[in-house]
C-alpha cells in the first residue's frame, strides 16, 4: 500500500422489485431462498466517496453527514470483504449521501451498498467484473445486487453454499422500454422493523413462507417474459401478485409485520380505479409504507396527479429506469 489516499466517488440508484425477495437461504453470505426481479431508478440517488489512507486507524463513516455505531460495524465489515481482496488492513473514510428518505422503503440500502461497492472496488484498484460486484453489494443488502445494473435486472438466488451463483444480471435496458415509476411517499419516519431482521422472524414464524418461496420460481419466469415481449398487462398481474403474496407473508408473522399505513392502502385502491379506466399502472410496495405505481410512460402525469389527491400522501417523484452503480468522472 502506498502512502497515497486511494479513493473514488460512485454513484447509484434504489431499484424496485417487482417479483420481489423476502427470506434467506444463507444468512451469513446473504444468500436469497429465491430469485426477484427489479427495475433500476433513475430520480434518486446515492453519492459515496470512498477514501483509504495509512494515516486512519479506524473507519470513519458518516451517512448524510451523521455517524451511526450499527451501521459503522455493518460498513466496517463490508470494506473488510474487499480489503481482504487487495491485502491489505489500510481504513478508510465513507461519506454517503442520499437525495431521498433513508430507511423508509425507498430502498436506500440497495443503492447505499451498490454505490459503495462500485466506489471501493475503484479506490482499490481492484478491477472486478459487474458480477462481482453484484454477489459483493449482495453481502451488504440483497436487493443492492441488482443496483449494480440499470433497467430490468434478475437476480438469481443460485444453489451453490459459497454464493458464487448467486448474482443480478441485466435483462433489459432502461431505454428499450422506458416505463416510468411514481412514488407515494405516505411517511418519512424510518420504519421500525429493518428487512433483515423481518426476513428472519417471517422466515421462523410466517405459517406461509414455504408457500411463498415455492410460488416464486414460476412468477419470475413469467415476469421475465413479460419483460422480453413488453407485456405490460402481464407485468403488471405477477408484479401486484408477488408483492401481495410477500405482504401476506409479513402479515402472518408473528408478531406481524405491518408496514402499510391507511394511506398506502388508499393509494393502491387508487391505482385499481385508475387501472379499470384503461391507465397504465400498476403498484408495488415494498418492506415500507410508500407507494410505487409503475406506469407505462404517457400515463405517468395522469396517475402522478391522482396519488397526489390521495389523503396522506405527503410527497410524489416521478422516475424514470436508470443506470447501474457508476464511478463519478467516468464516461
Ligand atoms: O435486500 P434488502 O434488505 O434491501 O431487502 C429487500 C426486501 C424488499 O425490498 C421488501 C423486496 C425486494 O426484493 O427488494
Known amino acids: 500500500m502506498t502512502s497515497r489516499p486511494l479513493q473514488a466517488t460512485a454513484q447509484a ?3 424496485i422489485a417487482l ?13 436469497p431462498a429465491a430469485g426477484s426481479l427489479s427495475i433500476t431508478l433513475d430520480a434518486l440517488h446515492t453519492r459515496t466517496r470512498v477514501r483509504f489512507d495509512d494515516a486512519l486507524t479506524a473507519d470513519y463513516i458518516t451517512l448524510d453527514g ?3 455505531e450499527a451501521q459503522s460495524r455493518k460498513i466496517g465489515a463490508f470494506l473488510d470483504l474487499f480489503r481482504a481482496r487487495a491485502g491489505i488492513t489500510t481504513r478508510a473514510h465513507v461519506e454517503s449521501g442520499n437525495d431521498f428518505p433513508t430507511g423508509a422503503g425507498l430502498a436506500s440500502s440497495a443503492s447505499g451498498f451498490a454505490a459503495l461497492a462500485a466506489a471501493t472496488d475503484r479506490a482499490l484498484g481492484l478491477h472486478l467484473q459487474s458480477r462481482e460486484l453484484s454477489m459483493l ?8 445486487a441488482r443496483s449494480i445494473f440499470g433497467g430490468f435486472v434478475e437476480m438469481a438466488a443460485g444453489t451453490r453454499d459459497d454464493g458464487k451463483d448467486a448474482f443480478a444480471t441485466p435483462l433489459l435496458d432502461a431505454s428499450a422500454w422506458p416505463l416510468k415509476v411514481v412514488v407515494a411517499i405516505t411517511s418519512r419516519k424510518r420504519k421500525a422493523v429493518d428487512s433483515r431482521a423481518g426476513m428472519e422472524t ?39 401478485a408477488s408483492c401481495l403474496a410477500m405482504h401476506a407473508v409479513m402479515l402472518a408473522t408473528r408478531p406481524a409485520l405491518i408496514y402499510w399505513n391507511g394511506a398506502t392502502v388508499d393509494c393502491i385502491q387508487c391505482i385499481r380505479a385508475l387501472r379499470l379506466r384503461g391507465i397504465g399502472v400498476f403498484y408495488t410496495v415494498d418492506a415500507g409504507p410508500q407507494v410505487k405505481a409503475v406506469c407505462l410512460p404517457d400515463d405517468a402525469a395522469d396517475v402522478a396527479e391522482a396519488l397526489r389527491d390521495v389523503a396522506g400522501v405527503e410527497n410524489v417523484l416521478v422516475s424514470g429506469l436508470g443506470e447501474g452503480a457508476r464511478i463519478e468522472g467516468d464516461a
Do not use: C, M
Not at 417479483?19 to 444468500?31: E, F, M, S
Not at 453489494?137 to 443492492?144: D, N, Q
Open 13 to 15: 440508484q434504489p431499484n
Open 19 to 31: 417479483v420481489k425477495y423476502w427470506g434467506k437461504r444463507d444468512a451469513a453470505l446473504n444468500l
Open 66 to 68: 451523521e455517524s451511526d
Open 137 to 144: 453489494a449482495r453481502r451488504g443488502s440483497g436487493s443492492a
Open 202 to 240: 417471517s422466515q421462523r414464524t410466517s405459517p406461509y413462507y414455504r408457500d411463498w418461496v415455492a410460488t416464486v420460481p414460476h412468477d419470475l419466469a413469467a415476469a421475465r417474459g413479460a419483460v422480453q415481449a413488453r407485456d405490460f398487462g402481464k407485468l403488471a398481474e405477477i408484479s401486484e
